[in-house]
């Protein structure tokens, strides 16, 4: 054990694995959060954006099995679907459909609640974890030595109360509640990059269609920037019914009327995925959600951070979630905590702390820099472009063309945009000139 507590603001996805990984560590792991934890999978005030699609990526689905073991049996049995990469997706992108072929990386297919919900149980499993919902974090205390020593939080109507803590984990999302925290009490503002991207996600449920009940397959229509700014999915997910989510930028906007949204739908750049979902009823009322901007904190440049402070998730960075990044970046942000905690015997518990940030930093970074390619492809996006970005965008068109007609190409690629390899796995010197050769 490396201390007494450990506490956890937040019981979103990021605080719920960081608080599984916490357990083997410290005497107590307590879990605050504001909203009330409702018994069932259910929508939530805390988590506005959890009635849009939320694909979990094979890097944050082994992550998840590996903190929470039995968490791929517990989706499937609240019905979630497992889809194959490459196979049970059918996927338009560069502008033109992709023939099918196995790949291997299974995920499974559900709501955001479910997802959730199943962690959660998970969680409420493991002896030393309390998760205190409609608890609310009003401040972080820190000893004369600039560390977090003590959290001041209030529980539903309660008096505020005082908890002692030997680490704090803020996982409150993308506010960014610590950079808040750092600029009002401390006078101290966190450097961060931004990325306007002005996208708009429109959901709801439909129940499938009879010749689509009890399978397992999606649609998946990519824009090809710059021109088209529409994109669409269609998944399957418990309860025998889809989620399809469609989105727009830069001023495209996807209507919340039944009629409007599927007609929408019908203008993408492949119909197919409007074709199958047309007759669908719909189950749920239609939702939108904007994404004014991607955001990148950097914790790691902010002189004297607090010490035993951890930030992960959201809070660190929020990406354009057309790439479905989010709730994997926050999970590898967890293991990369419980990699550091392993090591405290050698370098202390701050040691570990300040060992985390560049970690998770360097995770941040990955999944930005995939990101921001598919943005910084349109003239629209705000934001400094590096100044390499032509050639990336270059080598990330040739290896997508090299890929058409290499299996392997294409499987290297799931496999990055799956968060199992960095990017840097497509920038191989070889890969490169095979595709520059081609191109
Ligand atoms: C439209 C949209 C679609 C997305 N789709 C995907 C996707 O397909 N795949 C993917 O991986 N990611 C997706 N994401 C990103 C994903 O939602 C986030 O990355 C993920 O939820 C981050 O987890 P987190 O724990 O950092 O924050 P959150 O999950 O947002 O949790 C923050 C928690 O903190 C609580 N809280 C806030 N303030 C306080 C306080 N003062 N005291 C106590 N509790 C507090 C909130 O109630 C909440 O429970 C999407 C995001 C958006 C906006």
Redesign the pocket.
Known sequence: MLGERAIV????????IAAGVLKDFFAEVVV????ALPPQPQQ????P??G??????KG?DNAFEDVFPGFREALAAAGAAPLEFGKDIHAYEGGRVHSPRSTGIVVHSQT?PVFEFAIRSLLSRMQNVRLLDR????AIQCDPNGAVSRVK?KRGDGEPEILEADLLIE?????G?TARWLDKDHGREVPFTELGIDLV?TSALLHRTPPWRGRNYGWIVRPSAPHDTKSGVLIPVEGDRWIMTLSGRFGEVPPEDPAGFMAYAGRLACTDLHDVAREAEFATPITS?R?PRMIWRHYDRVPDFPGRLIP????IA??N?LA???????ALQALALRDCLRDASRTGLDGAVGAYMAKAMAIAADAWSLGELIDFAYPQARGVRPDDLAQRLAERTAVFKLAAGDAEVRGLIFEVQNMLRPPSALQQPDLLARADALS
């Open positions: 603001a937040g019981a979103g996805i990021g605080g719920l605050l959060e504001k909203d939530r005030k805390g988590v954006q959890d849009q699609i939320h694909v979990v990526l944050g955001r608890t609310r974090l009003l939080f996982a409150l999302g993308r506010g509640y996600y959600y994404i992960l998730g959201d809070t929020g990406f979630p479905a990044q989010g709730m994997s970046m926050a």
